[in-house]
Nanobody
Framework: QVQLVESGGGLVQPGGSLRLSCAAS????????MHWVRQDPGKGLEWVSY????????YYADSVKGRFTISRDNAKNTLYLQMNSLRPDDAAVYYC???????????WGQGTQVTVSS
């Protein structure tokens, strides 16, 4: 079955970095756009970034542009999110999701918690 499993979250100080990974299985990963979405209980669901199937095109929310980098390794069926210069307002549960366009997702992972605190 289609499965997405995130990892790499944790506690980091403001200004620090984390790299999230999302291992995909059960579908032809290289055929699909992939997304990172985050949810903070206080702010709701927020789209972060997406990457097209070949990896050649990437898009970011204004709130993370210049600090986060989405990438994918289609040979390893893995999606990544490199997060630099983290801020307290980046704290959230981060999900990878599969979907044809931004805002339309047909599969989600279980999420990985990112906490940004000194």
């Amino acid at each position: 079955q289609v499965q997405l499993v995130e990892s790499g979250g944790g506690l980091v100080q403001p200004g620090g970095s984390l790299r999230l990974s999302c291992a995909a299985s059960g579908f032809t990963f290289s055929n699909y756009w992939m997304h990172w979405v985050r949810q903070d209980p206080g702010k709701g669901l927020e789209w972060v970034s997406y990457i097209k199937s070949s990896g050649g095109s990437t898009y970011y929310a204004d709130s993370v542009k210049g600090r986060f980098t989405i990438s994918r390794d289609n040979a390893k069926n893995t999606l990544y999110l490199q997060m630099n210069s983290l801020r307290p307002d980046d704290a959230a549960v981060y999900y990878c999701a599969k979907g044809p366009v931004r805002g339309l997702y047909d599969c989600w992972g279980q999420g990985t918690q990112v906490t940004v605190s000194s």
